[in-house]
C-alpha cells in the first residue's frame, strides 16, 4: 500500500468513503492537469505540478477539510481563512452531503491563480 492509500485507511467511516469520493472527484475533473502527491504526511492535489489543495483534519474544529492554495485570492463566505496566508479552508460536514459542485467551482476559480 503506497502512502496515500495509508492516509485513507487510517480514517474511520463514514469519514473514510467521504473523502475517497472527494479524493476521486478532484482527480477526475481534471486528469490530464490534476496529480496527487504525499507531502507533509497529507494527499495534495496539483494543477500543472503546481499546489492546488490538500485535505486535512482539524483538531480546533474537529472536522476534515479541504485547503485550497491561492484561497486568499477568492472570496466565498464558506471558506475559513483563520490566520492562513495563501490557504483557505473549507470544513467537510459528515452529517451533510458533500458540496461537489462548490467544491469544484472554488478549484476551476483557484487554476487562474495558477
Known sequence: MNPIQEYFYRIDEPERSTL????????????????ETFSFGLPFFKYKKKMLCYLYYSKKYKRHY?????????????????????????????????????????????????
Open 66 to 114: 479541504i485547503s485550497f492554495y491561492h484561497g486568499d485570492g477568492i472570496h466565498y463566505p464558506e471558506l475559513i481563512q483563520d490566520g492562513r496566508k495563501k490557504f483557505k479552508i473549507l470544513l467537510i460536514d459528515m452529517d451533510k452531503d458533500l458540496p461537489v459542485s462548490f467544491i469544484m467551482n472554488v478549484i476551476d476559480d483557484i487554476k487562474q491563480y495558477i
Open 20 to 35: 475517497l469520493f472527494l479524493r476521486k472527484m478532484i482527480l477526475e475533473s481534471d486528469p490530464d492537469h490534476i496529480t
